[in-house]
C-alpha cells in the first residue's frame, strides 16, 4: 500500500550539530510539507514543496532546510540544532488534484536537542 | 496570511453528550476546512473536511458547519464515546491563491469521560 513513512522516529541529538530527518512517500503527490507541533501552538509549517526542485519557506523555517530531488524525498535538515529545536516534527503530503488537496501526515519523528 | 483561532483548548463531556469546537479564520477567500483527529503519539488524521460553497456536511456523528459570512466554521460530534478522546485541530486553506497550503488551529483536546 501507498504510504508516508518518516525516519527516524525518535532522535537525541546534542546543540551544535547537523540532523536531518527523512520523509518519504509513496502516493507519487506532487506537494509536501514538514510541520512543527508544539503544545500550545498546533502545527506550524516549517518549508514545503510543490514538486522537484522547488522548495518555500513556511512561517517557522529559520534554522531549517530542505531539498527536492524526487517526487517521494524532502528531507528536513537542522544546520546547527538548538534546544528551541526539540520538537515534534510531522511531514505531509497532498496531490495537486483540485479544491481539496487533503494533506495525509506520516508517523512523526520526535528530536530531543540537549 | 491566514489566521486561524480555535476554542476551547480543552473540553471535557460525559460519555453520550455533544461536543461542539469552534474556529474563526480571518482570511475571507479561504475555501476549503479540514478537520483533523490526532490521538495521544499518533499522526494527525483527516475525519471530515468541507468546501466554502457548502455550509453543512455530515458523516455519521460528526458534522462540520459553516459560515462564511462571520468566518468560522464548527465541529459536532453527537454520542460522543471514549474512543473519541483526542485531539482536534481545524484548519483552513485557500487553495487558489496559497495552494495546498494549511494553517492550523492551536488544537483542541477532547476528553470524554465514561
Known amino acids: 500500500d501507498a504510504e508516508i513513512t518518516q525516519s527516524p522516529r525518535h532522535k537525541i541529538t546534542e546543540t551544535g550539530r547537523q540532523v536531518t530527518l527523512a520523509c518519504h512517500q509513496t502516493w507519487n503527490h506532487n506537494n509536501m510539507f514538514w ?19 522547488d ?3 513556511g512561517e517557522v523555517s529559520d534554522g531549517y532546510s530542505v531539498s527536492r530531488s524526487n517526487t ?5 535538515t537542522l544546520e546547527s540544532a538548538a534546544s528551541s529545536q526539540t520538537s515534534v516534527y510531522f511531514c505531509a503530503s497532498s496531490e495537486s488534484r483540485g479544491p481539496t488537496d487533503t494533506q495525509y501526515f506520516g508517523p512523526g519523528t520526535r528530536l530531543t536537542v540537549l | ?9 480543552t473540553l471535557s463531556v460525559q460519555e453520550g453528550d455533544s461536543a461542539v469546537i469552534k474556529c474563526t479564520y480571518s482570511d475571507s477567500a479561504s475555501n ?3 478537520w483533523y483527529k490526532q490521538e495521544l503519539g499518533k499522526r494527525p488524521q483527516l475525519i471530515i473536511d468541507i468546501r466554502s460553497n457548502v455550509g453543512e ?5 460528526i458534522a462540520v458547519t459553516l459560515n462564511k459570512t462571520a468566518k468560522h466554521f464548527s465541529l459536532h460530534i453527537t454520542e460522543t464515546q471514549p ?13 487558489i491563491r496559497n495552494f495546498n497550503k ?10 470524554v469521560k465514561p
Open chain 2, 83 to 95: 474512543e473519541d478522546s483526542a485531539v482536534y485541530f481545524c484548519a483552513a486553506s485557500n487553495t
Open chain 2, 57 to 61: 456536511k455530515k458523516d455519521q456523528r
Open chain 2, 32 to 34: 476549503y476546512f479540514p
Open chain 1, 35 to 53: 510541520y512543527r507541533q508544539d503544545l500550545g501552538h498546533g502545527l506550524r509549517l516549517i518549508h514545503y514543496s510543490y514538486g522537484v526542485q
Open chain 2, 1 to 9: 496570511g491566514e489566521n486561524v483561532e480555535q476554542h476551547p483548548s
Open chain 1, 55 to 57: 522548495t518555500n519557506k
Open chain 2, 102 to 111: 494549511f494553517y492550523f488551529g492551536s488544537g483542541t483536546k477532547l476528553n
Open chain 1, 72 to 76: 517521494e524525498d524532502l528531507p528536513l
